[in-house]
Nanobody, 116 residues
Framework: QVQLVESGGGLVQPGGSLRLSCATS????????MGWYRQAPGKQRELVAT???????NYTDSVKGRFTISRDNAKNTVYLQMNGLKPEDAAVYYC??????????WGQGTHVTVSS
């Protein structure tokens, strides 16, 4: 069973930055579609960004130009650099790993709060 462990969440002021990390227990980062999702209170979970070998990273429109997803295959870790944070970015952020739409793993989530 692959485990995904997110870290890096916290409280940040509007306009600030955070970097989330997703450490995986297996050598999956280079083979799986890796993604970050978020879920705000009372809202559905939404896709934030994805990255996979051989393709450009994809972002939801609301974070384009502010967030960057990246990965370190050697460390089996995926990152989400979040700059210019806004109150509407506040949510629980989840790491996701998916393989051919048949195998999927989720992390436990990390909280991001954006408030002055």
């Amino acid at each position: 069973q692959v485990q995904l462990v997110e870290s890096g969440g916290g409280l940040v002021q509007p306009g600030g930055s955070l970097r989330l990390s997703c450490a995986t227990s297996g050598n999956i980062v280079r083979f799986y579609l890796m993604g970050w999702y978020r879920q705000a209170p009372g809202k559905q979970r939404e896709l934030v960004a994805t990255i996979v070998s051989g393709r450009s990273a994809n972002y939801t429109d609301s974070v384009k130009g502010r967030f960057t997803i990246s990965r370190d295959n050697a460390k089996n870790t995926v990152y989400l650099q979040m700059n210019g944070l806004k109150p509407e970015d506040a949510a629980v952020y989840y790491c996701n790993a998916r393989y051919l739409n048949t195998i999927e793993f989720w992390g436990q989530g990390t909280h991001v709060t954006v408030s002055s």
